[in-house]
């Protein structure tokens, strides 16, 4: 029932996007205003959704505001962070230990990690904006860097908006704030040589083509996963007979396609919550070289890129791609030791006190050293010719796929027991292959700072090329810990679950 209820309000969003950006553009109406509708909104999608579970969602929103009036710029991110990530931690132990062990239902803990990331986000930025020194900030961080502290209907506004109540994605204050005060689309496309060379002519583009398109998107998944899923259920990976009659090349191939079926219901749920957002007329990410309004500045995810990926951190880069920026800006930039183990434990904690998160993501810490190892090691022996090239690539787009379906198991079947007989069943063989690789390989390490050759945010859930001028005059340059991968982005940008 939750589920058919989330359905239901997600579709009930997508019509009052319609109507907010129609009747309460930013031309038409003050921003106080805007603010208002889509606070009461989401606060009504919520209860309606979750009911008096929804409280929660006011509890953490307004403590973590006291919580930055009280204690300041210069210690609040810290605060903000341990309260946030704390209660919803308590909400989670509480809703899995006590209510519906093992239940994939539309629970009252997912919007909350949405919140929890809104509010350690906007944390740090304002830490960055009104405490920290502009030469002590990464270009990204000085971008998103929050210069006045927001008012408590900016902030409810923020972190409960009937855009991303439900699921997200993640989006940054600076980016939220100018879509609703209306200077989105106001900027200038550069020119060759980064010469600046004409003013953007359509100022007001219409997401039409980019929702239907991404609705087209959302109903593929949904018949997918109601067809396909069921009929190939994870857990059959773990049946005994199938694991004492089937052959290794049968194992292997069932492993890929069962952790293939259980994709769709994400690509689902993520599309259609980018699909409301931008029917609100939020998203907008200016226009490529051939004029076409690009709808992505909070996309969480590239579906062709994660089926076609040659590489563990291709895959990452490319799934929930919201939750791999956060983990970035709040963990991994700033991390003091060990940035990717405290990267993957973080996601580990998000995510949920399930114990097989825990597993996927140390497995995935394991996987992805051993991935960069390899890569750094033996990549530069397989660009020329083209033809060998191509043989590289298909050998690796087969070692990826298994190795992500292999790491993702704990996450779907969730408790010790069944994991633990997944990976016995397997010889625990990729794990010893990793630790094998990280022992007779020589490991390159990066620069600090330099997130755009080895880093992992995994965000099972689970880039630093600029991105093109195309958020006008608030976007920046960012980077993506986890990706190499060029990602446009503009003067100021901003960037459960496998």
């Known amino acids: 029932m939750l589920k058919v209820n989330f359905v239901v309000c997600q579709l009930f969003a997508l019509l009052a996007a319609v109507w907010f950006r129609t009747y309460l553009h930013s031309s038409k109406t003050s921003s106080f205003i805007r603010h208002v509708v889509a606070t009461l909104l989401g606060l009504y999608l919520a209860f309606f959704c979750f009911g008096w579970y929804a409280l929660h969602f006011l509890v953490q929103s307004g403590v973590s505001y006291c919580i930055m009036i009280i204690i300041g710029v210069e210690s609040m991110h810290k605060y903000c962070f341990v309260f946030a990530l704390g209660y919803l931690t308590v909400c989670q132990v509480t809703r899995v230990y006590i209510f519906d062990y093992g239940q994939y239902s539309a629970d009252f803990s997912g919007p909350m990690m949405i ?28 971008g998103l860097a929050v210069r006045r502290m927001p008012s408590l209907l900016e902030y409810v506004s923020y972190t409960c908006n009937f855009m991303g109540i439900l699921a997200g994605p993640l989006c940054s204050y600076k980016d939220y704030i100018s879509f609703i005060e209306g200077r989105t689309y106001h900027g200038a496309q550069p020119g060759h040589e980064g010469k600046e060379a004409v003013r953007w002519e359509r100022m007001d583009p219409s997401p039409k083509a980019a929702v239907t398109q991404k609705l087209l ?13 069921s009929a190939l259920p994870v857990d059959y990976n773990i049946d005994e007979q199938f694991r004492a009659t089937a052959s290794w090349p049968t194992r292997v191939a069932y492993l890929y396609i069962s952790l293939l079926a259980a994709r769709p219901k994400y690509y689902f749920a993520w599309t259609l919550a980018d699909a409301i ?7 907008f990410r200016g226009y490529d070289g051939n004029g076409v309004a690009r709808w992505d500045l909070i996309s969480n995810l590239r579906i062709r890129q994660i089926e076609m990926s040659t ?4 895959f990452l880069d490319n799934w929930n791609i919201q939750t791999a920026l956060w983990l970035k800006r709040v963990c991994y930039e700033r991390a003091s030791f060990s940035p990717t183990v405290q990267t993957f434990f973080l996601s580990a904690i998000w995510h949920g006190v399930y114990p097989g998160y825990y597993l996927t993501f ?20 397989f660009t020329d010719p083209p033809q060998l090239k191509f043989c590289y690539d298909i050998l690796t787009w087969m070692v990826t796929q298994i190795a992500i379906s292999y790491t993702v198991v704990p996450f779907v079947l969730l408790s010790v027991k069944p994991s633990f007989t997944f990976y016995s069943s397997w010889y625990f063989c990729l794990h010893i292959c ?30 630093s090329d600029k991105r093109d001028s195309s958020v006008g005059q608030n976007s920046f340059p960012t980077t993506n810990s986890i990706s190499s991968q060029s990602q446009e982005v503009g003067l100021r940008h901003c960037s459960p679950q496998p």
């Open 434 to 463: 990793g630790i094998l690789v990280l022992l007779l390989l020589p490991v390159k390490k990066s620069r600090r700072g330099e997130t755009t050759s080895e880093n992992l945010e995994p965000s099972p859930s689970p880039k």
């Open 115 to 142: 919140i929890t990331q809104k509010i350690t986000s906007l944390a740090y930025e304002i830490h960055d904006g009104l405490f920290r020194k502009d030469e002590d900030l990464t270009p990204s961080q000085r």
């Open 277 to 283: 957002n931008n029917a609100a007329g939020f998203g």
């Open 311 to 314: 590489s563990f951190k291709m």
């Open 362 to 381: 140390l497995t995935g810490v394991l996987m992805t050293l051993a991935a960069r190892a390899m890569r750094s090691n033996f990549r530069h022996y």
């Open 217 to 229: 998107v959302c109903v593929l998944s949904l018949l997918v996963h109601l067809t396909v899923c």
